[in-house]
Structures are given as C-alpha cells and as structure tokens.
C-alpha cells in the first residue's frame, strides 16, 4: 500500500478488528521490484494522521527460519538465489519524504527488523499516542524529529528495540513519555548509527532489559554533529542502568 497523498487521515473503527496485512521480506522484495516500497503500509504524503487499526507484516511470523529465494538476475541472465532470514528487515509501517505524521491508537507488527520505520532524515516529524509495537532488532527507528507517548513497545531481539538517527540537525531528538518497553526474551534498549539523541521520560522497563547502555553499532559510521545525549529517568524501584555518552 503506497499513500502518496498528503492530509490525509486513515482512520479505522476498531484497532483490534480493522487490520492492514501482508507478509514482505525486503529483501525479495527489492529484488522483484523497482521501487523501495517494501513497508506494509508506505508513505510519502506529509500532513497524515493514522488511528484505531493495525497494520502488520507477517512475513518473520509465518516463514521458517530463512527462505531461500531464487531468480534470474535481470542484467546478466543468470540464476542466482538469495536468503531471506525471519528476523531481517521487514517493514510495517514506512515513510519516505513524509513529515508531521501523527500515529494514535494503532498496533503495529512485525516479527523481524524495522517494523516503524518513518525515514526522512532532513525534515521528519513524528507522533505517536497509545500504540503497541512490536518487532526486533531496532523495530522502532525514526529519523528526524520523534515524540512517543503512552505507548508499549514489545521486544522480540536482544540486540536492541531502539533506534534514532539525528544526523541532519543538532537539535533532533527522539523522545519517549510514559512508555512501556518489555520483551519476550532478554534485550538491549537502544543504539544508533548516526548522530543521534534519546530522551526516555517516566518510562518502565521489564527485568528482560538488559543493564546496558544505549551504544554505536559497529558498523556505524563517523558521528560529526557531536549531539549523542542520553536521559534516562526512571522509576525509584526499578534497577540502575549503567549509561554512557560517548
């Protein structure tokens, strides 16, 4: 589903009955099309308010551990086949050129990587209110600015739920407010690949996270703008985290 209208709202009766879903490895995807519009639900439209449904990709929950997919490579003629892992990336909801998207009351899973993945890095400003999310590896990963409030974030990977990429501007940030993050196994909070910034405010975390600080991937690049801040403030009863701004 491609949205390339702006003001727009997409607006269901019932989170739990009104449901958007396809199962989309992005990376057969990209092999069989054109395009990068892999997401579930793909946005380019600025202005789009989303609520009271969930969108899904379904791929990581239906397929086996990997799944080997073959073709006939376009330039050459060749055949040649690639591997799709279950837990690799694959889109729920994702956005390109769209800015001041507002999500609220929605559910929104995957079952592998990238599940909420609006993605302009020059200008994007994004809302989320009282939403379930749900994937691994940094399934939650805007680019720009970011506000989650009363939202409930389900991890499935122990690498890390979240992400953030600030690298446009000094002052984006990427914050969260009353939120609820647990996972079915132990995980990590958080890490980045660029300059980038995370604000978790009145969170609470379940005793699957793990005691670690949000940190660089190893394959990141250079950070330049020199903007890593991290605040965390947390419930008096919950364990300490070990934090460190690099």
Request: glycine share 8%; proline share 2%; charged share 25%.
């Amino acid at each position: 589903m491609l949205v390339n209208k702006s003001n727009l709202l997409l607006q269901g009766e019932d989170k739990e009955k009104v449901i958007i879903t396809e199962a989309i490895s992005n990376v057969i995807y990209k092999i069989e099309h054109k395009d990068n519009y892999s997401g579930v639900v793909n946005l380019n439209g600025d202005d789009i308010t989303i609520t009271n449904l969930t969108i899904q990709n379904t791929f990581g929950k239906d397929a086996p551990d990997s799944v080997r997919y073959e073709y006939k490579d376009a330039k050459s003629g060749q055949a040649k086949s690639v591997t799709a892992a279950r837990t690799a990336h694959q889109f729920a909801l994702r956005g390109f050129k769209s800015t001041r998207l507002k999500v609220i009351n929605c559910i929104l899973l995957a079952w592998g990587a990238d599940t909420v993945s609006p993605w302009d890095s020059h200008e994007g400003m994004y809302y989320f209110k009282d939403c379930v999310m749900q994937g691994g590896v940094d399934f939650y990963c805007p680019r720009g600015w970011a506000y989650a409030e009363d939202c409930t974030f389900i991890c499935q990977s122990g690498t890390a739920a979240i992400w953030h990429d600030g690298s446009e501007n000094k002052n984006m940030k990427s914050v969260w407010k009353n939120c609820k993050f647990v996972g079915e196994k132990t995980y990590k909070l958080g890490r980045y690949h660029h300059d980038s910034q995370f604000y978790l405010i009145n969170c609470s975390f379940d005793e699957n996270m793990q005691n670690a600080r949000i940190y660089k991937a190893q394959t990141a690049g250079p950070c330049l703008l020199g903007a890593k801040g991290i605040l965390l403030q947390l419930p008096q009863k919950r364990r300490r985290l070990r934090l460190v701004q690099e």
